[in-house]
DNA sequence: ACAGACATGTAAGAAGTTACATGATTCA
DNA sequence: TGAATCATGTAACTTCTTACATGTCTGT
């Protein structure tokens, strides 16, 4: 292990302990399963793929059905190490978010109500797509991979955006509370009259 | 608006809107806030900085008190007005998430039981240790800003990690669940003699 | 005198995205 | 025949991190 690998270098090893795949397999899967919590390009994938073959850790053979150009690559001895050595490590691990629509919510002093709304609105949506996709397509299909884990990760991104889904329920309510609140006391032709 | 601002531009921007600010009062703030969402280093900053003057959506001077080397930057009217399009815009926002910890779950099938143990106890600390500093250390400063949005965005964040630290607990117990019954199985000297 | 915070910046390179180019195969 | 999918790849670019260099001021 001369080099530190990269991230989409320990997707790619992972991907491949369960079986040979191409770069485009690789890229396929990526989208359907831990591209909730790392995502890969075609940019990234196959000079990678390159760079772990040229390495030892993986092996690429021309292969596949059919005359379609395809190399499929599998784990070497010393992949499969590499794999396993980053599996028992504790190091500290990444963890970061990139949330635009939080973002823009946190600067939402500076807009207007209604485009406070919209953002958050947006942002449910967004989630409650993600919520959705997770539970009736990445689910399914987590369940008939081999492994429980893959599973395990699917069912906690479901879980996940459909807590990100009431939360923005939640803040909505809160700030159509606050506004409202705002808005009866500038007007005062509401039934302030009651009050003793 | 000649071309698109990144991210960090808009961190800048927004930051700048309720004052002016030095590029390593940015860092710090961004440091105990947006961080949690959009994160910034100075190798991103002071450039940026430098961007946005020489667009003339940032206005920079000399300033602060003492001799020490300081410049406060304020937005200029092109600036106020480049934050607030984008705050009013409703394109598709960046969402992404990188958690080396799920990706570890992820594969957690290549790995020893207790790797997978320790790796969702790392996993635990590091929510917990966020949820603490953003209960303890973010909010009552959030509370102090002026604006209701980065207190908003504070306790969100501290009940998102709160939510993380309760889903490792229930993953840990899931998993030590699987682990007995599959332990059960395979040691016959347990008390299996009791059944008829 | 020295540690630690304040303050600004750059250079190198890693990491990642986007857009494009290319061509085979499958299926309607 | 033409659209969609399979399949591989690269070039140019942006973004971001890391490590370093430099110096001031404050408090002990």
Not at 7 to 14: P, Y
Not at 17 to 30: A, E, L, N, Q
Not at 175 to 182: F, Q, T, V, W
Request: with cysteine.
């Amino acid at each position: 292990m001369e080099r530190k690998l990269s991230h989409t270098a320990l997707v790619i090893l992972g991907l491949l302990s369960s079986g040979t795949k191409s770069g485009y397999d690789i890229k396929r899967i990526v989208d359907r399963s831990t591209r909730f919590f790392w995502s890969a390009s075609y940019g990234q994938i196959y000079p990678e793929l390159r760079g772990l073959t040229e390495r030892g850790l993986v092996r690429g053979e021309p292969g596949g059905q059919g005359g379609r150009a395809r190399t499929v690559h599998e784990l070497t001895r010393a992949g499969r190490e590499a794999l396993e050595s980053w599996l028992h490590a504790d190091d500290e691990f990444v963890h970061e978010i990139r949330d635009e629509g939080m973002l823009k919510l946190f600067f939402a002093d500076a807009a207007d109500p209604e485009a406070r709304l919209a953002n958050l609105a947006a942002m449910r949506r967004r989630y409650d797509a993600l919520a959705r996709r997770l539970r009736d397509e990445i689910e399914p299909l987590a369940a008939e991979s081999p492994g429980a884990f893959p599973l395990l990760t699917a069912r906690f991104g479901a879980e996940y955006y459909e807590w990100l889904v009431d939360w923005c329920d939640r803040a909505e309510a809160e700030l159509r509370a606050a506004s409202s609140k705002r808005t009866r006391r500038a007007r005062p032709s509401s039934p302030t009259t009651l009050e003793p």
